[in-house]
């Protein structure tokens, strides 16, 4: 019940409305692509998400979560906002983050390759205090 007050409070009533994300923090460590994943769907619950595009999102979620606990710094957190045009995810961590035209990333692996493949758009920042993986459906 907290969470549909606090979803309606930052998310708002209406998607074209720009509010801010709804975020969680999660430690590295085993568990945190499932808490990411059930961080995202509980933050989609009730909103106008088509199946496919929430286990779309679901399976990227747990790619770039996995990643930040592998290779960032705790403190990783998870932010779901909605957009016009559909829904944004991102993970923040205090790693020094990555380049993803770097042939040598692009080559291990399926992360960035299910990213490209799964959503309308993605990019990585690199900023002074960590790196922030998103990607939009």
């Known amino acids: 019940e907290a969470m549909r007050w606090v979803r309606a409070l930052v998310m708002?009533?209406?998607a074209a409305d720009p509010q801010p994300p709804l975020s969680k923090q999660l430690a590295a460590g085993p568990r945190t692509s499932?808490?990411?994943r059930s961080f995202l769907w509980e933050a989609l619950r009730d909103q106008?998400?088509?199946t496919n595009e929430l286990y779309d999102a679901s399976l990227l979620t747990t790619e770039i979560a996995s990643n930040a606990a592998r290779h960032g710094r705790e403190p990783i957190?998870?932010?779901?906002?909605?957009?016009q045009d559909g829904f944004r995810v991102s993970v923040d961590d205090q790693g020094s983050g990555?380049?993803?035209t770097d042939a040598t990333i692009r080559g291990k692996g399926w992360g960035v390759k299910l990213v490209e493949a799964l959503s309308t758009d993605w990019g990585v920042e690199q900023r002074d205090n960590g790196t922030e993986v998103w990607f939009k459906i």
């Not at 957190?77 to 957009?83: F, G, I, M, P």
């Open 98 to 100: 990555f380049d993803p």
């Open 77 to 83: 957190k998870v932010n779901v906002s909605l957009e």
């Open 48 to 50: 106008d998400v088509m």
């Open 12 to 14: 708002g009533s209406n």
């Open 34 to 36: 499932a808490e990411a």
